[in-house]
């Protein structure tokens, strides 16, 4: 699914690398530059992930101040806009929405409509398996998830994946860490996995770039 043109995140990934960390053996670590080469791709995958209850996100109708605004996701679905009224958004990517709202917009609105999405946070109770699996998205955690179960409910590597090299994206102390775990190494017994908190990103890289 392409990345719609009316939507984009909302804030940049200024990602710290995550020093000495040791996962019962210690992790292999990447050069600064391999990850800051991942952002723009993480990104871009974050915008086909749909939102669930308690997200948050900012709606920005463009020459209509009035109209934009912060939003949450009620427990059931759904958002209030303006003129608009309650609009079901769960499950939906913000391109998704933002061409949803257009559309409200234009029955009877306004003449040429143009909304952004941007997420602002994210509060649901889930994480995110993105990259080089068979079916990546969004999965609810459970106590005790990990990694590799992690990788598991999402299909299991592709044929391409660097199984090695994958890497958590974490919010710690109000800024983004990013935590290598190589899970071919937790395989073969060479390393401890990694437990998973809500919010984490779990993005598994093609070894072919």
């Known amino acids: 699914m392409p990345l719609g043109f009316n939507s984009m995140a909302c804030a940049p990934f200024g990602f710290l690398i995550a020093s000495a960390v040791c996962l019962g053996a210690c992790a292999p670590q990447a050069s600064g530059s391999g990850y800051e080469q991942l952002n723009e791709v993480i990104r871009a995958e974050l915008q086909l992930v ?10 920005k109708v463009y020459g209509e101040k009035d109209l934009s605004g912060e939003h949450q996701i009620s427990p059931e679905g759904t958002v209030d806009i303006p003129l608009v009224g309650r609009v079901d958004v769960e499950g939906q990517t913000p391109s998704e929405i933002a061409r949803k709202l257009e559309e ?15 997420v602002k946070q994210y509060n ?8 080089m699996v068979r079916k990546p998205g969004t999965f609810p955690l459970t106590a005790g998830m990990n ?7 999402a299909g299991g590597f592709t044929e391409t994946a660097n199984a090695n090299f994958v890497v958590v994206t974490r919010k710690q102390d109000g800024q ?11 395989s073969k017994g060479l390393a401890a996995n990694l ?7 779990v993005f598994v890289p093609d070894r072919l770039l």
Do not use: N
């Open 176 to 186: 983004e860490v990013r935590i290598p775990v190589p899970v071919e190494e937790i």
């Open 104 to 118: 409200r917009f234009l029955a009877g609105y306004l003449k040429t409509p143009y909304v952004s999405v941007y």
């Open 50 to 59: 749909g939102l669930g209850v308690g997200d948050v996100f900012t709606v």
């Open 124 to 131: 649901s109770k889930k994480i995110f398996v993105l990259g």
């Open 147 to 153: 990694v590799v179960e992690a990788v598991t409910m």
């Open 195 to 201: 437990d998973l908190k809500a919010g984490d990103i």
